[in-house]
């Protein structure tokens, strides 16, 4: 397999550290507010690849932190407090506004399929690991007191731009939205790694340390919780493209400060999931989130299908009219499930051949659009029925679209809707036999709500001359004389 490494800008094969396992480390939310449909996007992306990973037969430990404290309004260390904002917008403390919005971000990642990690940390749980390393940072030179907090000394690395060709001089205060100046700092891309002295008297959640009362940066939490469950050596690390710079970018500085060798071999980013307007926010338009989607009658999947048919380092432009085609493409993929018949014995080399085809696309940088285009060979292969549905079930193991249990489902509704419906006998003469032909199939695409299918097919009898009518009892023509 191959993955696309942010770190040398370059696909490189994969090799873990320890052959057959792997240690995967993903940021997780800062639970201050609903995730929107942009971040989820990312969670998505990372789950296709440990559900991959697991299917080419890894054993692979997944790690995620809960942000709960220190993550403030600017990656760049200033602005306000994410926590302590959305407290005060709720009138609840800190501890409860994090309880509601950690549930409620699983609750989403379960409605899209998304495992949850093996390991899922909040930051508020590793107090004393971030004391520990922010000491060794201080005694190997690495770390400094000014104005009561602790920083990171920038100046100390050869390379601390990894992810970017930036020179210090290039690192305007201001050049990133909320970013100010904090005279503490010796260098201007110094980061903090423990508050003391902040402007924040009303911080909720505060604990006790070597150099006063005080809460973690956010950077800090992530090196340590990875640190904690998987040890001095990562292979995967992953996060949206934003996170690179600097948030992974200081990540790298104090662990590898800390641990004295490299830390982690490969970075994954996934790219921004955009609407016309430009990057998806919290503060900018319609707050796009899973429920409002559902709330507009979206099955949750179908905005998975909708990720899942781009590429994971290509922006994705999000509109309605986007996801309703998603939503198309995704009802029409069921309906031709739902058509196979489980008849035949399995095929052993039809599977192999069609199952190498759906390998290839992913062992080629998690290419997922390739892996449904595989998908499709599968349904329009001459193999028998038992065969092309073993290949669906083994294919969603990684793609994760409920393929067979909504395919089942649309199965269930047609035949019951057929023992339902009045018999109508079809009629002896040819034309006419085509054309109640073509309105049952017109029918069956609104059922499945592929209306550009349902439009076509009565713009395909209209040009024969024959004028539909839809009525409460069913559909009835005439032809034009």
């Not at 549930?103 to 998304?114: E, H, M, Y």
Request: glycine share 6%; charged share 30%.
């Amino acid at each position: 397999m191959k993955l696309y490494n942010s770190l040398t800008r370059k696909k490189e094969e994969f090799v873990p550290i320890e052959p057959g396992k792997v240690k995967m480390y993903t940021c997780g939310p800062t639970v201050y507010h609903f995730a929107h449909i942009g971040n989820l996007r990312s969670y998505i992306m990372e789950d296709v690849l440990e559900r991959y990973l697991r299917y080419d037969g890894y054993d692979v430990t997944r790690v995620m932190n809960i942000t709960d404290v220190g993550h403030l309004s600017s990656d760049g260390d200033t602005g306000e407090d994410k926590m302590l904002k959305g407290a005060k917008r709720e009138k609840k403390s800190v501890l409860e506004i994090a309880k509601f919005y950690t549930d409620a971000f699983f609750d989403d990642c379960k409605k899209l399929n998304i495992k949850t990690p093996d390991v899922v940390e909040p930051a508020t749980g590793c107090i004393d690991d971030f004391i520990t390393v922010i000491s060794s940072l201080i005694e190997k030179g690495y770390a400094y007191e000014a104005g009561g907090n602790i920083y990171f000394d920038t100046s100390k690395l050869k390379d601390y731009y990894v992810f970017h060709n930036f020179n210090e001089e290039d690192l305007e205060v201001g050049v990133r939205e909320g970013v100010e100046a904090d005279g503490n700092k010796r260098n201007k891309a110094d980061f903090v790694l423990w508050f003391t002295k902040s402007k924040f008297d009303d911080q909720e959640l505060k604990w006790d340390s070597p150099w006063g009362v005080g809460y973690p940066g956010w950077h800090i939490e992530c090196s340590c919780i990875s640190m904690k469950h998987l040890g001095e050596y990562l292979d995967i690390h992953c996060g949206g493209i934003d996170n690179a710079f600097p948030h992974h970018t200081n990540e790298i500085a104090q662990s590898e400060a800390y641990l004295g060798h490299k830390w982690c071999n490969y970075w994954f980013h996934i790219l921004h999931l955009n609407t016309s307007s430009g990057k998806m926010s919290k503060s900018k338009g319609e707050f796009l989130t899973v429920s409002l989607l559902e709330s507009k009658g979206y099955n949750p999947i179908a905005y998975r299908m909708f990720c899942l048919g781009s590429h994971y380092r290509k922006s994705l432009v999000f509109t309605y009219e986007n996801l309703d085609n998603a939503v198309i493409s995704y009802n029409k993929l069921i309906q031709k499930i739902a058509a196979v018949k489980d008849e035949g014995e399995l095929d052993a080399e039809a599977f192999d051949a069609l199952k190498s085809e759906f390998k290839a696309a992913l062992d080629n940088d998690i290419n997922t659009s390739l892996a449904i285009t595989a998908l499709y060979s599968v349904l329009k292969s001459k193999t028998n029925g038992h065969t092309k549905l073993a290949l669906i079930e083994d294919f969603d193991r990684v793609l994760a679209l409920n393929l067979l249990s909504e395919a089942d489902k649309a199965r269930k509704e047609a035949e019951k809707e057929s023992a339902e419906a009045p018999t109508e006998e079809l009629s002896d003469d040819p034309f006419i036999r085509s054309i109640q032909e073509k309105i049952a199939a017109r029918t069956a695409a609104k059922k499945a709500k592929n209306y550009a299918e349902a439009d076509a097919i009565r713009n395909e009898l209209e040009a024969m001359g024959v004028i539909l009518t839809d009525t409460a009892k069913g559909t009835t023509f005439t032809i034009k004389q």
